[in-house]
């Protein structure tokens, strides 16, 4: 398994074709990582590694995943664009296009944001976003899921981190509030 590692944040990637590069990132929250491509309502790596040089990576701290870090309290999306413009120099990859499904869309808005010199083109896939009658959704399914199975695996980390971290990602005003 090919690894960029920078400090203690260890991410797993696979790549596959060749042409302009595409970072594909699969859905699944905050555990998207690259085995949900087989259960995705398309495999965006078999789909488009004919055209392009297709890359996907687990995101960081997916459970089930390969991908490992720090919990970024203060910039949790800013550290996620992070791992994957990381990724992206590793591999040598000045400018790419950047395609993703569900938390992928919040994820190529910061790419986007991050490094517009380097992003040539984003697609959102059934992106996940915030809902005005149920502002709490993403922040209550991690907070009951992804949380607990992340702190069982990390005793570094604290549900007490695990609710800052959310907080962070969906509740903080400012990043990628929109209405679906």
């Not at 120099?89 to 944001?113: S, T």
Request: charge should be negative; hydrophobic fraction near 40%; aromatic fraction near 10%.
């Amino acid at each position: 398994m090919p690894f960029y590692t920078k400090g203690d944040v260890r991410i797993h990637y696979e790549e596959a074709g060749s042409g302009f590069p595409l970072l594909v990132m699969p859905g699944g929250g905050l555990n998207s990582r690259i085995s949900n491509w087989a259960t995705a309502p398309f495999n965006a790596m078999e789909e488009f590694q004919n055209e392009f040089r297709c890359i996907t990576m687990d995101q960081r701290n997916a459970n089930g995943g390969a991908s490992s870090g720090p919990v970024p309290v203060n910039d949790p999306w800013g550290a996620f664009a992070d791992d994957q413009l990381g990724v992206m120099d590793h591999l040598g990859i000045r400018e790419f296009m950047v395609l993703a499904c569900c938390i992928g869309g919040p994820f190529v808005l910061k790419l986007m944001e991050r490094a517009p010199d380097r992003v040539v083109a984003g697609v959102l896939c059934q992106p996940s976003g915030h809902r005005p009658e149920n502002p709490d959704v993403m922040y209550n399914n991690n907070i009951q899921n992804w949380g607990p199975t992340l702190c069982a695996r990390r005793p570094d980390v604290t549900m007490a981190i695990v609710d800052a971290y959310l907080h962070a990602l969906y509740r903080s005003p400012g990043d990628f509030v929109y209405t679906a």
